[in-house]
């Protein structure tokens, strides 16, 4: 990997929170994953143990599809300046395995699995008399 300088005058991120990367700079390997089990209830009554072992949802433990590479791809990058230069950069958010790089890098794979659940005390979905 050939490896350049990144200079960057500002970045500003407003929230950055499961698993999100700022990097600034080269790197090797940046493999962000993340687990979110999300609960909405019609009241907000929790109790503090409604999950307590992720492993009971497949979502969490499915082998991921990865695409199939059918072509023969081939790559020539000259970098004429071994300077990355930025201005500025405003993020407002960076989450779920997100990731904000300025640099080069070899592997970036990135995983989030979110699995939702919401709970309501009568059928949403059923008609109105």
Same mark, same amino acid.
């Given at each position: 990997?050939? !490896?350049?300088? !990144?200079? @960057?005058?500002?970045?500003? @991120? #407003? !929230?950055? /929170?499961? !698993? $999100?990367? @700022?990097? *600034? $700079? /080269?790197?090797?390997? *940046? #493999?962000?994953? #993340?687990? *979110?089990?999300?609960? +909405?209830? %019609?009241?907000? *009554?929790?109790? $503090?143990? %409604?999950? %307590? /072992?992720?492993? +009971?949802?497949?979502i969490y433990s499915q082998p991921l599809p990865l695409p199939l590479l059918t072509e023969d791809l081939r790559q020539t990058t000259i970098h004429e300046n071994p300077v990355i230069k930025v201005g500025s950069i405003r993020i407002t958010g960076i989450a779920a395995s997100s990731v904000l790089h300025v640099g080069s890098t070899r592997t970036i794979r990135t995983e989030a699995r979110v699995k939702h659940n919401r709970e309501y005390f009568s059928d949403p979905y059923a008609e109105e008399d």
């Open positions: 990997m050939h !490896s350049r300088s !990144s200079l @960057v005058n500002w970045v500003y @991120v #407003t !929230s950055l /929170d499961s !698993s $999100g990367i @700022v990097q *600034i $700079g /080269d790197s090797n390997q *940046i #493999t962000p994953e #993340t687990k *979110i089990y999300a609960l +909405q209830r %019609e009241q907000p *009554i929790f109790n $503090g143990n %409604e999950v %307590e /072992d992720l492993t +009971q949802f497949p």
